[in-house]
């Protein structure tokens, strides 16, 4: 039996679990694993992963992934010839460079400790929350790296003591890997890519350099930062000590960048990925959008240290399948997040009960840190299933109001549309195999929601850019997938026009409920 000798692996480190994928030539996974870990919430609103842990994790995948495909017959030892990393975004850490150990767990993107500090800065700096919009797209937020950052440096003696030293360093997820991957203490590459750098505030949009003026204002030492880096190119081989030393790292992306390459998606098209939080993310191409509408504006990809910039306009929503995990885990309403499907398919509607999981305050659009979750239009006819339902919908609903925003801000001229003039949203993301969900999400939107037969896109795309680096693949073939895709199942509104609009009006009561409610006391 003859096999495809070439095979290419993605690192997909998201937020609640890791996995490992490896594709043969044509693009198909071969072998895979996949690892939750420890969800750390210390106080409310404070969320952190323990940075080894993710480490173990990492290794766990690959040695399983391996041994999986090794077992299925293929010669991944021999034909591997590089692998891509794609990464949660925004969750930051410090370590020692001289031990390798973190000097704090990682906080977590969705952490919403550093909001004093966000009030602070937004009442000292000229121009308030959009003071640093102009250089790096994004409003002060707890979300992005640099506050928490801040908080690091201000609360951690460990971390004071190591920056003065000159032994800190700086990392987002993709950043901590490398350096592990690529030798740790004994050489470890201290890098970053383009699109982690776009998320921490540092980072200029237009020069993809760290912003001296930004550090200066916040007081961040640059000796603490990594290189910036494309997304696709040699990074380094992956020390020893792992299971697969001597590979190419040869692609690193944010995770909603991956999906983007992994969904092909060209400028003017967008997708939607349904993971812990929902990312929808526009390509704008080689123009940076500023947003009157509660967008960021952001890197889309850079395919290569010398290829193209592509930008977009994003809007992102914290909590999206962790209102599924909060039903399960907290509430033991569903015993897996798969049966929410059959529970809401026991209603035909929510009975009008309408929730809003701003469980750390509000991202896009709304960006309130001050807002927590509602459940209103309770009665006494209310079930389980129609919550599990309104939970459902309000996933959709949040994607909407990104999409609202989207079609503002890049107007009729920003975005593809096909022959009947529609507008098709490509999803992934592992909630994605909910049938429900994506007929809610096209009902609410009102026009068709598109869903490839390999919904793992973030692995994907961290693996083009891999196989794209090391001349696996040519970018017109990566390009040209969106085309190919098998047989992608497109799901098509039917839900009447009056109706949308009134189940929209009261949706929007309900996001108006959320505000303010950050210091309800126990
Ligand atoms: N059938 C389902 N219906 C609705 N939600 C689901 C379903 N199956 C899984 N989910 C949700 O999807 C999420 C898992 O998706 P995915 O595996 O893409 O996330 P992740 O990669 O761990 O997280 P992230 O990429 O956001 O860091 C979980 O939050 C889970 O609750
Ligand atoms: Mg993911």
């Known amino acids: 039996m003859s096999r495809e000798e070439v095979f290419i692996g993605a690192i997909d480190q998201g937020t609640t679990s890791t996995r490992f994928i490896i594709y043969d030539k044509s693009a198909k996974p071969i072998g895979s694993h996949q690892a939750e870990f420890t969800q750390f919430y210390p106080e409310a609103g404070w ?69 004093s500090i966000c009030r602070k800065l937004e009442k000292e ?114 020390g020893q000590g792992w299971p697969i030393p001597g590979v190419p790292i040869a692609g690193c992306l944010g995770d909603q960048h991956a999906a983007m390459v992994g969904q092909a998606c060209r400028k003017g098209e967008a997708k939607s990925t349904y993971g812990t939080g929902a990312f929808i993310l526009l390509n704008t191409g080689d123009e940076i959008v500023q947003s009157n509408h509660g967008l960021l504006s952001t890197l889309a990809f850079k395919l290569g240290p010398k290829a193209p910039t592509n930008y977009a306009l994003e809007g992102s929503i914290a909590i999206a399948g962790a209102a599924v995990q909060w039903l399960r885990d907290s509430l033991g309403i569903i015993n897996s997040a798969g049966e929410i499907e059959s529970l809401a398919l026991q209603v035909d509607s929510t009975g009008g009960v309408y929730f809003v999981p701003a469980f750390n305050g509000l991202f896009a659009p709304w960006w309130r840190d001050d807002a927590r979750g509602v459940c209103i239009g309770i009665t006494r006819f209310t079930s389980k299933a129609h919550i599990a339902r309104a939970v459902l919908e309000s996933m959709c609903f949040q994607v909407k109001d990104v999409l609202d925003s989207m079609h503002k801000d890049a107007g009729e001229k920003g975005e593809v ?80 026009e009056e109706l949308r609009k009134k189940k929209v009006d009261s949706w929007c009561k309900a996001v108006t409920r959320t505000f303010d409610l950050a210091d309800l006391s126990i």
């Open 47 to 115: 969320v952190e992963h323990d940075p080894m842990e993710i480490l173990e994790s990492v290794r766990l995948c690959i040695a399983k992934a391996l041994d999986k495909a090794t077992a299925d017959g293929y010669n991944v030892d021999s034909g591997l010839k590089a692998i891509g990393l794609t990464n949660q975004r925004e969750t930051t850490l410090l370590w020692s460079k001289s031990t390798g150990c973190p000097l704090y767990p990682a906080i977590v993107w969705m952490d919403a400790r550093t909001s």
């Open 125 to 238: 700096l000229p121009g308030g929350r959009t003071h640093f919009v102009e250089t790096c797209g994004l409003p002060i937020s707890t979300y992005f790296s640099a506050v928490k950052l801040l908080w690091l440096m201000e609360n951690v003696d460990a971390v004071q003591a190591a920056v003065k030293k000159g032994d800190a360093l700086f990392g987002t997820i993709d950043t901590w890997l490398i350096w592990n991957l690529t030798g740790g203490i004994n050489g470890g590459l201290h890098v970053t890519d383009v699109s982690n750098a776009s998320r921490t505030m540092l980072m200029n949009l237009k020069t993809l350099d760290w912003d001296k003026t930004t550090l200066e204002t916040l007081g961040i030492p640059a000796e603490i930062l990594p290189k910036i880096i494309s997304n696709s190119e040699v990074i380094g081989k992956i």
């Open 417 to 496: 549309k096909n022959e009947k003039g529609e507008f098709l949203l490509r999803v992934d993301g592992g909630a994605t195999v909910n049938n429900l969900l994506m007929q809610i999400q096209a009902d609410l939107l009102g026009s068709p929601v598109v869903r490839p037969a390999d919904i793992e896109t973030t692995a994907l795309g961290a693996a083009y850019a891999a196989g794209l680096a090391v001349g696996v693949w040519k970018e017109d073939e990566i390009f040209a997938s969106g085309e190919k895709v098998e047989t992608p199942t497109i799901f098509r509104p039917i839900l009447g």
